[in-house]
């Protein structure tokens, strides 16, 4: 991820933070990451992973999309070149966005690539609605609700998002899937809830 995509993220973290008068100190509190952590994101100077964006969303009460583009932006159809999407992630998970801001739109899908080995983070994920994993590439480890399941190209897994989950690429080689989580109301700007790792 290029550091003008980092900042970018930043930068809607920290608005949307600010919009709704959190401290940093409060917003760490409700997604159970450190203040520094944080801070770090708004200035750009690291990459949250996917697990932290999902606990940032759940806190602020919205689409982990609402961290890629202005949620003003609201449209009826929306191309997204694969060289234009907006990416996010570490050197061993990279989250691509690919497509936001429809009116209504309540299905976030994402293009997510993992290195040999890594993984969605230390802690599991929880979050409201539904999520489905479709293998493009390579083979992908899934634990939800403490069972695994090996999935290889074209093999998908949907389960309810509210069930303790964790995702990991087991080969040398690396994974690449089709990611798309649907939320089971429309995201609420002013409720701030739970979610997600640095």
């Given at each position: 991820?290029?550091?003008?995509?980092?900042?970018?993220?930043?930068?809607?973290v920290l608005e949307m933070r600010t919009?709704?008068?959190?401290?940093?100190?409060?917003?760490?509190?409700?997604?159970?990451?450190?203040?520094?952590?944080?801070?770090?994101?708004?200035?750009?100077?690291?990459?949250?992973?996917?697990?932290?964006?999902?606990?940032?969303?759940?806190?602020?009460?919205?689409?982990?999309?609402?961290?890629?583009?202005?949620?003003?932006?609201?449209?009826?159809?929306?191309?997204?070149?694969?060289?234009?999407?907006?990416?996010?992630?570490?050197?061993?998970?990279?989250?691509?966005?690919?497509?936001?801001?429809?009116?209504?739109?309540?299905?976030?899908?994402?293009?997510?690539?993992?290195?040999?080995?890594?993984?969605?983070?230390?802690?599991?994920?929880?979050?409201?609605?539904?999520?489905?994993?479709?293998?493009?590439?390579?083979?992908?480890?899934?634990?939800?609700?403490?069972?695994?399941?090996?999935?290889?190209?074209?093999?998908?897994?949907?389960f309810r998002g509210e069930q303790p989950?964790?995702?990991?690429?087991?080969?040398?080689?690396?994974?690449?899937?089709?990611?798309?989580?649907?939320?089971?109301q429309e995201p609420d700007e002013s409720?701030?809830?739970?979610?997600?790792?640095?």
């Amino acid at each position: 991820m290029s550091e003008q995509e980092a900042t970018n993220v930043g930068a809607r973290v920290l608005e949307m933070r600010t919009q709704r008068g959190l401290s940093l100190r409060a917003l760490a509190e409700l997604c159970e990451l450190s203040p520094n952590t944080i801070s770090l994101i708004e200035r750009g100077a690291t990459s949250p992973s996917v697990s932290t964006l999902q606990r940032l969303a759940s806190a602020f009460g919205v689409h982990i999309n609402a961290f890629f583009v202005d949620p003003a932006d609201k449209v009826q159809l929306i191309l997204t070149r694969a060289d234009e999407r907006t990416r996010s992630g570490s050197a061993s998970v990279i989250l691509e966005s690919l497509g936001y801001g429809l009116d209504g739109q309540a299905c976030d899908p994402f293009m997510v690539t993992l290195k040999p080995g890594a993984n969605s983070g230390r802690q599991l994920m929880a979050h409201q609605g539904s999520e489905m994993i479709l293998v493009l590439a390579g083979q992908l480890e899934i634990e939800v609700a403490g069972t695994r399941y090996l999935l290889d190209p074209g093999d998908n897994l949907l389960f309810r998002g509210e069930q303790p989950h964790h995702w990991r690429n087991p080969t040398n080689e690396p994974a690449e899937f089709l990611m798309m989580m649907q939320s089971t109301q429309e995201p609420d700007e002013s409720r701030v809830e739970q979610h997600l790792h640095p």
